[in-house]
């Protein structure tokens, strides 16, 4: 047996076998001349690769049903692939330009499959524009086959699996969540990146910072993964096994004692009164949230809706999220919450959660998450951002919808904001759309620009809720994915938690709500420092509730003062911390 130590990601633990998932091949397209000699023999290669192609969309085609509203969606991106893989004028402009050209078959097809998408995309059309994105991946899908690259398929993930991994992206860790999951070890990855985030609301047990372990790990080997350890136990023997399964024994036992809380306030020893709130990503997640007593919704994410969408291969686009599509996601949402307060927030994209969506096109950017992201990506996009207004405003006569902001830094975005959300009640009206109109618009605090100014904020936003996780990164200047510098990252360190405290102060003397939504407001530590801070509402993992409970029963008040105040003042603590 070997144990591989890391960095304690998300509690629990898992006992499965192995699976290690390569990392992915980036296509490389030669570019170079060829003889006359050689056009045959390249242009053969390419009718073989788009007849594989085909015959393999052939085959997803008959596996879809044709009454399934997803799998309808599916349906028509497979057929308009197949037909643009046997456009007679595509293929003979391809043949043409190799032909005479005499450049390699991947690089004529590579050039002429970019040509016709910039045709498209300059037409000025949003069909023609996503007819675009659906050449580009299905004739990459053809130069995969050409260059012998195999795209990993997540979903081909056995259940009982452990994952061993350099990194998962938020997507690959959203389709794994559908499947009974043992537990991630991962090389790449901080406490509070999004795929630990997402591994700690679906239970899964996670380390990370494991040097290299994808290459000392074979798939099949029994792995135990102890999250609250930090440990990876490779090959373990049958006493080990044994004094493991007595732990998850243990925690499940725990976890039905807890179940005791259930139905019961969150409520301290001397009686002061919180409110818990669950963080989601998908409306399916509503109903653990409602099953685990959560007072309502702190947190929608909704580019986890975009990042769920699978497609055929890396290759592949989302298809464009429609607005139909996001007010039924939100419709479903609010009314599993039965008129609990359901937050939902707007298109947080960008930066380390990258969306492949034809409505939104990719950016190179030397340090994204500095760049174009959340609020400013759908400043940029204000196409993008109405459909979701237009989803969210036509939902909210469904429930009790709040509408928060992203990423905001300035009252100017705020107000930018504002005017787009009057353009879209003012189209909703003339169109005798119903909607509330007095639908809360608050935001979230996580740039020290936005804590530093909540005073100002305050006077353009309904409500706070603060965003630990980004507020601590862009407060410490510390990439929170990177665990070259995971050591660095602390919720805790002094300045961090006097923004968060200028913040409550602020909007406490405004008479505005503010709660807390990252991840400091679901662990046991730091739920005892927002509490003593006076912060009453904490939004966190709907499977930590129960346990938030537990942990608030046992203190009063002035004891959740007496800790908060001492990490506040106690400068040196700070340094040696």
Same mark, same amino acid.
């Given at each position: 047996?070997?144990?591989?130590?890391? @960095?304690?990601?998300?509690?629990?633990?898992?006992?499965?076998?192995?699976?290690?998932?390569?990392?992915?091949?980036?296509?490389?397209?030669?570019?170079? =001349?060829?003889?006359?000699?050689?056009?045959?023999?390249?242009?053969?290669?390419?009718?073989?690769?788009? %007849?594989?192609?085909?015959?393999?969309?052939?085959?997803?085609?008959?596996?879809?049903?044709?009454?399934? /509203?997803?799998?309808? @969606?599916?349906?028509?991106?497979? *057929?308009?692939?197949?037909?643009?893989?046997?456009?007679?004028?595509?293929?003979?402009?391809?043949?043409?330009?190799?032909?005479? *050209?005499?450049?390699?078959?991947?690089?004529?097809?590579?050039?002429?499959?970019? /040509?016709?998408?910039?045709?498209?995309?300059?037409?000025?059309?949003?069909?023609?524009?996503?007819?675009?994105?659906?050449?580009?991946?299905?004739?990459?899908?053809?130069?995969? /086959?050409?260059?012998?690259?195999?795209?990993?398929?997540?979903?081909?993930?056995?259940?009982?699996?452990?994952?061993?991994?350099?990194?998962?992206?938020?997507? #690959? +860790?959203?389709?794994?969540?559908?499947?009974? @999951?043992?537990?991630?070890?991962?090389?790449?990855?901080?406490?509070?990146?999004?795929?630990?985030?997402?591994?700690?609301?679906?239970?899964?047990?996670?380390?990370? $910072?494991?040097?290299?372990?994808?290459?000392?790990?074979?798939?099949?080997?029994?792995?135990?993964?102890?999250?609250? $350890?930090?440990?990876?136990? %490779?090959?373990?023997?049958?006493?080990?096994?044994?004094?493991?399964?007595?732990?998850?024994?243990? *925690?499940?036992?725990?976890?039905?004692?807890?179940? !005791?809380?259930? #139905?019961?306030?969150?409520?301290?020893?001397?009686?002061? &009164?919180?409110?818990?709130?669950?963080?989601?990503?998908?409306?399916?997640?509503?109903?653990?949230?409602?099953?685990?007593?959560?007072?309502?919704?702190?947190?929608? =994410?909704?580019?986890?809706?975009?990042?769920?969408?699978?497609?055929?291969?890396?290759?592949?686009?989302?298809?464009?999220?429609?607005?139909?599509?996001?007010?039924?996601?939100?419709?479903?949402? &609010?009314?599993?919450?039965?008129?609990?307060?359901?937050?939902?927030?707007?298109?947080?994209?960008?930066?380390?959660? @990258?969306?492949?969506?034809?409505?939104?096109?990719?950016?190179?950017?030397?340090?994204?998450?500095?760049?174009?992201?959340?609020?400013?990506?759908?400043?940029?996009?204000? %196409?993008?951002?109405?459909?979701?207004?237009?989803?969210?405003?036509?939902?909210?006569?469904?429930?009790?919808?709040?509408?928060?902001?992203?990423?905001?830094?300035?009252? +100017?975005?705020?107000?930018?904001?504002?005017?787009?959300?009057?353009?879209?009640?003012?189209? &909703?009206?003339?169109?005798?759309?119903?909607?509330?109109?007095?639908?809360?618009?608050?935001?979230?605090?996580? +740039?020290?620009?936005?804590?530093?100014?909540?005073?100002?904020?305050?006077?353009?936003?309904?409500?706070?809720?603060?965003?630990?996780? #980004?507020?601590?990164?862009?407060?410490?200047?510390?990439?929170?994915?990177?665990?070259?510098?995971?050591?660095?990252?602390?919720?805790?360190?002094?300045?961090?938690?006097?923004?968060?405290?200028?913040?409550?102060?602020?909007?406490? !003397?405004?008479?505005?709500?503010?709660?807390?939504? $990252?991840?400091?407001?679901?662990?046991?530590?730091?739920?005892?420092? &927002?509490?003593?801070?006076?912060?009453?509402?904490?939004?966190?993992?709907?499977?930590?509730?129960?346990?938030?409970?537990?942990?608030?029963?046992?203190?009063?008040?002035?004891?959740? /003062?007496?800790?908060?105040?001492?990490?506040?003042?106690?400068?040196?603590?700070?340094?040696?911390?």
């Amino acid at each position: 047996m070997e144990v591989f130590l890391g @960095i304690s990601a998300a509690d629990g633990v898992g006992i499965g076998t192995a699976f290690v998932i390569p990392e992915p091949v980036k296509r490389a397209i030669p570019h170079h =001349r060829i003889k006359i000699d050689q056009l045959n023999k390249g242009w053969t290669r390419f009718e073989q690769a788009v %007849q594989a192609v085909t015959l393999d969309l052939g085959d997803h085609l008959e596996t879809l049903s044709k009454t399934d /509203e997803q799998d309808k @969606i599916q349906r028509e991106v497979f *057929e308009t692939y197949i037909l643009m893989l046997g456009d007679p004028v595509f293929l003979k402009e391809v043949k043409q330009f190799y032909e005479k *050209e005499q450049f390699n078959i991947e690089y004529a097809v590579q050039f002429k499959a970019e /040509e016709y998408a910039a045709r498209l995309r300059n037409a000025g059309n949003d069909y023609l524009a996503e007819r675009a994105k659906d050449i580009t991946d299905v004739f990459g899908m053809v130069l995969d /086959e050409m260059l012998d690259i195999h795209p990993f398929d997540i979903s081909s993930v056995p259940d009982g699996s452990v994952i061993v991994a350099k990194s998962l992206s938020s997507a #690959d +860790t959203i389709i794994l969540s559908k499947r009974k @999951i043992c537990g991630l070890a991962l090389t790449e990855g901080g406490v509070s990146s999004h795929v630990v985030i997402l591994a700690r609301n679906y239970g899964i047990p996670t380390v990370v $910072g494991l040097e290299d372990i994808s290459k000392k790990i074979t798939t099949g080997e029994t792995l135990i993964v102890d999250g609250g $350890g930090a440990e990876i136990l %490779q090959s373990p023997d049958k006493s080990t096994i044994a004094d493991y399964k007595a732990k998850i024994r243990a *925690e499940q036992q725990h976890k039905l004692s807890l179940r !005791a809380f259930l #139905d019961k306030p969150a409520v301290t020893k001397d009686g002061t &009164l919180f409110k818990l709130m669950a963080n989601i990503g998908t409306p399916e997640e509503a109903e653990i949230a409602k099953a685990e007593g959560a007072d309502g919704i702190g947190l929608f =994410r909704t580019e986890f809706l975009y990042m769920s969408t699978q497609g055929v291969s890396m290759n592949a686009a989302a298809r464009t999220f429609s607005e139909e599509t996001q007010f039924k996601a939100y419709k479903q949402v &609010l009314e599993t919450m039965e008129g609990k307060p359901v937050t939902i927030r707007t298109l947080d994209a960008g930066g380390d959660k @990258i969306i492949n969506a034809v409505d939104i096109p990719l950016t190179e950017e030397k340090n994204p998450l500095m760049g174009l992201r959340a609020v400013r990506l759908s400043l940029a996009y204000p %196409q993008v951002f109405k459909t979701q207004l237009r989803a969210l405003f036509r939902s909210s006569v469904y429930g009790n919808l709040r509408i928060m902001l992203p990423l905001i830094s300035s009252q +100017t975005q705020v107000k930018q904001c504002l005017d787009i959300i009057e353009e879209v009640k003012a189209q &909703l009206r003339e169109e005798g759309i119903p909607f509330k109109e007095d639908v809360p618009v608050g935001i979230m605090v996580e +740039t020290a620009s936005a804590a530093i100014t909540s005073d100002c904020l305050a006077q353009v936003s309904d409500f706070f809720s603060l965003g630990t996780n #980004d507020l601590t990164q862009y407060t410490l200047g510390i990439d929170r994915e990177n665990q070259h510098v995971a050591d660095l990252y602390n919720e805790f360190n002094l300045a961090v938690l006097r923004l968060i405290n200028l913040t409550y102060s602020n909007a406490t !003397a405004a008479g505005k709500p503010v709660s807390v939504c $990252g991840e400091m407001a679901g662990r046991r530590d730091s739920i005892m420092v &927002l509490g003593g801070m006076g912060i009453r509402n904490l939004s966190m993992s709907p499977k930590m509730i129960s346990q938030t409970k537990e942990l608030l029963s046992r203190f009063t008040i002035q004891e959740l /003062e007496s800790i908060s105040a001492k990490h506040l003042s106690n400068v040196w603590d700070q340094l040696n911390t």
